[in-house]
């Protein structure tokens, strides 16, 4: 699954990233996906995840596009949970249809709805 970014900023800069940002921004999306899902998988965000859910949160960045007029564009592309995780033990007693049908992406983005 492929989700598009764009970043505008103020006239001076207008969403140009510089590299320190770029990673507080990659540092911060991945540690939000973590959380969220071992907030889903286990009750509690502050557990280290496995390998098996660490390769489930791989974020990959495909392009990175950056001008002074148009901004910064970044695609970022990750898989469903389902052809990852499928084959872990998963609580019976919550659904977890929706979990398998999420992102690690989709995830860091409804972090931030408020409901």
Same mark, same amino acid.
């Given at each position: 699954?492929?989700? %598009?970014?764009? =970043?505008?900023?103020? %006239?001076?800069?207008?969403?140009?990233?510089? +590299?320190?940002?770029?990673?507080? +921004?990659?540092?911060?999306?991945?540690?939000?996906?973590?959380?969220?899902?071992?907030?889903?998988?286990?009750? /509690?965000?502050?557990?280290?995840?496995?390998?098996?859910?660490?390769?489930?949160?791989?974020?990959?960045?495909?392009?990175?596009?950056? &001008?002074?007029?148009?901004?910064?564009?970044?695609?970022?592309?990750?898989?469903? +949970?389902?052809?990852?995780?499928?084959?872990?033990?998963?609580?019976? /007693?919550?659904?977890?249809?929706?979990?398998?049908?999420?992102?690690?992406?989709?995830?860091? =983005?409804? &972090? /931030? =709805?408020?409901?």
């Amino acid at each position: 699954m492929n989700y %598009d970014i764009k =970043i505008i900023g103020e %006239d001076e800069d207008n969403g140009l990233i510089e +590299f320190d940002r770029l990673n507080l +921004f990659t540092k911060s999306t991945k540690d939000i996906a973590t959380k969220a899902l071992m907030l889903q998988l286990r009750g /509690f965000s502050d557990i280290n995840p496995d390998k098996h859910i660490k390769k489930a949160l791989e974020l990959r960045l495909q392009s990175l596009v950056g &001008s002074e007029q148009e901004g910064t564009s970044m695609t970022i592309d990750c898989n469903h +949970f389902a052809e990852t995780i499928k084959g872990l033990q998963l609580d019976v /007693f919550k659904p977890k249809e929706q979990l398998l049908e999420a992102t690690p992406m989709s995830l860091v =983005i409804n &972090s /931030f =709805i408020v409901l």
